[in-house]
């Protein structure tokens, strides 16, 4: 049975103490929701090993990993590095990743194998630009960035991995995927991970959503059969919001 999950994506925000008094604050409000769904936060790197240090049932991820082991690769951090932090998943394939660092889909599928063997879960992310959606390419390009990105992968390979459904358009506009529109990407989603491995894969994969999502319109958003919570920027920063979208459940 697939699990339900909130992660929250810092992206760049937080100063160091900043980071650990809202790292608390998340912690703590944790441990009194009254939803079953998995939490799992996203600092900066430089926030990983003391947030560590301060959290029991919230889950640690890194925001990004690096697509070699080691070596001359001077301000990179790999998924080794990472796993000595603590850090149990990593965020790979975000569409800033993507825009602003030039990440293809060839580069991200390296970086999951090689955050697979170290033991990290992936945390996936696909999704299309405002101008794919309206040329009626979202589905195609959804399909390929999960093709390209997962491809040679293993059905217990998958089974350490979560995707996030990012409607690049929806991230940090305010606007927001109807929830018609979140449901029918995820069940396509769905769809192609069937047909890449099997039934069983698809059936057990989480697949959050990721854009804009709040407290206010995150239940509408989780009632959907195929939407299995959420991949949270903005609303991260504040444990009082981030927690009502862990409750929206």
Request: proline share 3%; net charge negative; hydrophobic share 40%.
């Amino acid at each position: 049975m697939r699990k339900k999950i909130v992660a929250g994506n810092w992206k760049m925000n937080t100063l160091l103490k900043e980071g650990m008094e809202l790292a608390r604050a998340v912690e703590k409000l944790e441990n009194e929701k009254t939803s079953d769904a998995l939490v799992i936060i996203a600092p900066p790197y430089t926030h990983l090993s003391k947030v560590k240090d301060m959290i029991e049932n919230v889950r640690l991820s890194a925001q990004n990993c690096a697509s070699e082991d080691s070596g001359a690769y001077t301000g990179e951090v790999s998924p080794a590095m990472l796993v000595s932090a603590g850090v149990e998943y990593v965020i790979l394939g975000h569409s800033e990743r993507r825009a602003l660092f030039g990440e293809d889909n060839a580069l991200l599928n390296k970086k999951v194998k090689l955050a697979l063997s170290e033991g990290l879960k992936p945390i996936f992310c696909c999704g299309e630009v405002l101008e794919e959606r309206e040329s009626g390419k979202h589905f195609d390009i959804v399909k390929e960035q999960i093709e390209v990105g997962l491809e040679g992968l293993s059905a217990a390979d998958m089974s350490q991995i979560v995707i996030a459904y990012e409607p690049v358009w929806a991230i940090g506009t305010g606007v927001v995927a109807s929830p018609d529109q979140a449901q029918e990407m995820h069940h396509e989603i769905r769809g192609f991970l069937a047909s890449m491995f099997d039934d069983k894969v698809a059936e057990d994969m989480s697949i959050l959503y990721g854009g804009s999502c709040k407290p206010s319109n995150a239940a509408e958003l989780f009632a959907n059969p195929d939407v299995d919570g959420g991949l949270i920027g903005g609303a991260a920063l504040k444990a009082e919001d981030f927690l009502g979208i862990v409750n929206a459940y």
